[in-house]
Nanobody, 129 residues
Framework: QVQLLESGGGSVQAGGSLRLSCEAS????????MAWFRQAPGKEREGVAL???????MYADSVKGRFTVSRDNARNTLYAQLNSLKPEDTAMYYC???????????????????????WGQGTQVTVFS
């Protein structure tokens, strides 16, 4: 079992930045892949960034060039640096983890929530214009 705890959300003006963190504890095998998802009110959950324990990454087109995902394996912590934020980035951001293959997910072309069995409670990001 894996426990995930997000932090770092907040309110920021458009064009600003935030850094999200997700601390994992428990079964580290289940943290081979870690990802950030987001869900805005009335919208489906969207996978925005993914990283495996070797550092391979994948990003949704909507955040490519603005968001950067990283991890510290020694601290079992996932990070997301959110830059050039836009009002449409406003959402609850969730950390997710599971054993997976980034290469396989890249082949699908989308970060799917069904590929992740472990989820955090979420941290709110609000971007105002």
């Amino acid at each position: 079992q894996v426990q995930l705890l997000e932090s770092g959300g907040g309110s920021v003006q458009a064009g600003g930045s935030l850094r999200l963190s997700c601390e994992a504890s428990g079964d580290t095998y289940s943290t081979i892949c870690m990802a950030w998802f987001r869900q805005a009110p009335g919208k489906e959950r969207e996978g925005v960034a993914l990283i495996d324990d070797n550092g391979s990454t994948m990003y949704a087109d909507s955040v490519k060039g603005r968001f950067t995902v990283s991890r510290d394996n020694a601290r079992n912590t996932l990070y997301a640096q959110l830059n050039s934020l836009k009002p449409e980035d406003t959402a609850m951001y969730y950390c997710a983890a599971d054993a997976c293959s980034v290469a396989a997910i890249k082949g699908l072309g989308v970060i799917r929530d069904i590929d992740f069995g472990h989820w955090g409670q979420g941290t709110q990001v609000t971007v105002f214009s």
